[in-house]
């Protein structure tokens, strides 16, 4: 399969409604195949969702840029990402910010995603298990949350780490449907937007799902 050619023509459709041209192009050269598990990588730039180990998934290409235009980064941010999951996401906004900090419930996740990062020479990435409170406030304030999960509210927990004016993107809802909300941190009061309906795995933790 040829994934130049395939990596073009999914380019080309999110050009359709991402304005962003920095997230384009850094989605245009992160290698989605390494990625994903070998029996996928046939569909690596099919504009889907694909399942990984543990029971999650890498989420739809529309879904990753969506999300990251959201946040508005410009290069100087301090981003925090609650569900590492296969890696990809990290990897983006690695390339378009100047320090991530990711955090995944599943050890063997982490490490994979660890070892494609480390493979594509991303260094500015810290990696940690997730604890039993959400998000990572040993390095807060972050410029950024992104929150690759379901939640059934917008946890205080995740805006409490957030600078003024930071961005937290999160799916809110069910556990098997959400709504894509942007919320940006003002001194007056959060300032929330709906993106659009979307799906994502539950987010398990305080503020949050229950393990079941």
């Not at 395939?6 to 459709?13: N, P, S, T």
């Not at 991402?18 to 192009?25: G, N, P, S, T």
């Not at 195949?33 to 739809?60: D, K, R």
């Amino acid at each position: 399969m040829d994934m130049e050619a395939a990596r073009l023509r999914l380019m080309q459709q999110l050009s359709y409604e991402i304005r962003d041209k920095r997230v384009l192009e850094v989605m245009s050269r992160v290698p989605r195949e390494l990625f994903v598990p070998p029996s996928s990588q046939h569909a690596a730039y099919e504009n889907i969702p694909l399942p990984i180990e543990m029971g999650q998934t890498i989420s739809q290409p529309f879904i990753v840029a969506l999300m990251t235009e959201a946040l508005e980064l410009k290069g100087g941010e301090k981003v925090l990402e609650v569900g590492t999951g296969s890696g990809y996401q990290t990897a983006i906004l690695c390339e378009l910010s100047k320090w991530v900090v990711t955090v995944e419930r599943h050890q063997r996740l982490l490490e994979k995603a660890r070892n494609v990062l480390a493979l594509l020479e991303i260094k500015n990435v810290e990696f940690h298990i997730a604890g039993k409170a959400l998000g990572w406030p040993e390095g807060a304030p972050y410029d950024a949350i992104i929150v690759t999960a379901g939640a059934p509210r917008v946890p205080r927990e995740l805006t409490d780490q957030l600078a003024v004016d930071g961005r937290l993107v999160i799916p809110v809802g069910s556990r098997f449907e959400q709504e894509l909300m942007k919320v940006v941190k003002r001194k007056e009061g959060p300032e929330s937007i709906n993106l659009g309906g979307c799906r994502f795995v539950p987010l398990i933790g305080d503020s949050a799902w229950d393990d079941e």
